[in-house]
């Protein structure tokens, strides 16, 4: 119709425009274009360590909640997560010896200046029950690696590489310091 306008409302094609120009293509790759060595180096710095921080922020909470997404990648995967259930729900004699040795560590360092004539017959005591408690987390560790890779290969029916020493190397560590943390009670089956 002649000498009516039409309105962007009245548009039979429901577009309407976006009000400026198209960008070409010189302008969209100048905006984009960055220094390749930022003109404040102190600022990048700044920005770069605390996103770091935020990263290991992230990483710990979620060691210590147990959420595997967020876990380094040393701790993720269902293979990873079942060997760390399958050490925690077992109660391992290396948890147990280390308190016993650092104790009779601190006792061979003060037993000297207290009671000097006692100390010989002491050191000899203390030997035999640390080196017996080495005996016994090795023999504890060679148990579990058998148990470990007997499991593994039940549920996923192959031992990845590194996975038997994950779960050797947890249960070297005191139950409560462990990360990722303990999903598992002693006595349960794995997840």
């Known amino acids: 119709m002649p000498g009516v306008t039409s309105s962007p409302k009245g548009d039979p094609s429901g577009s309407t425009g976006k009000g400026r120009p198209t960008r070409t293509r010189k302008e969209a790759e100048a905006a984009r274009r960055r220094p390749i060595v930022e003109t404040d180096r102190k600022e990048a710095r700044r ?3 605390q996103a770091a921080a935020q990263e ?12 595997e997404a967020n876990m380094p990648a040393q701790h993720r995967g269902r293979d990873r997560s079942f060997v760390r259930d399958l050490v925690d729900a ?3 004699i290396a948890e147990f010896f280390f308190p016993v040795a650092l104790i009779l560590m601190i006792v061979a360092l003060v037993l000297p200046l207290v009671m000097p004539g006692l100390y010989t017959s ?4 203390m030997l035999v029950v640390l080196w017996g408690g080495i005996l016994l987390c090795v ?12 499991r593994l290969t039940e549920r996923f029916g192959e031992v990845r590489r590194g ?10 560590q005191i139950r ?7 999903q598992v009670r002693h006595g349960e089956d794995p997840r």
Request: aromatic fraction near 4%; charge should be positive.
């Open 139 to 150: 023999v504890d560790s060679l148990i579990l690696r058998r148990r470990i890779r007997a």
């Open 47 to 49: 920005r770069d360590r």
């Open 90 to 92: 077992r109660r391992n």
């Open 163 to 172: 996975l038997v020493g994950y779960g050797i190397m947890r249960s070297l």
């Open 56 to 67: 290991r922020q992230r990483s710990q909470q979620a060691l210590m909640s147990g959420d």
């Open 176 to 182: 409560r310091w462990r990360l990722p943390r303990a």
């Open 122 to 125: 002491m050191s000899v005591i």
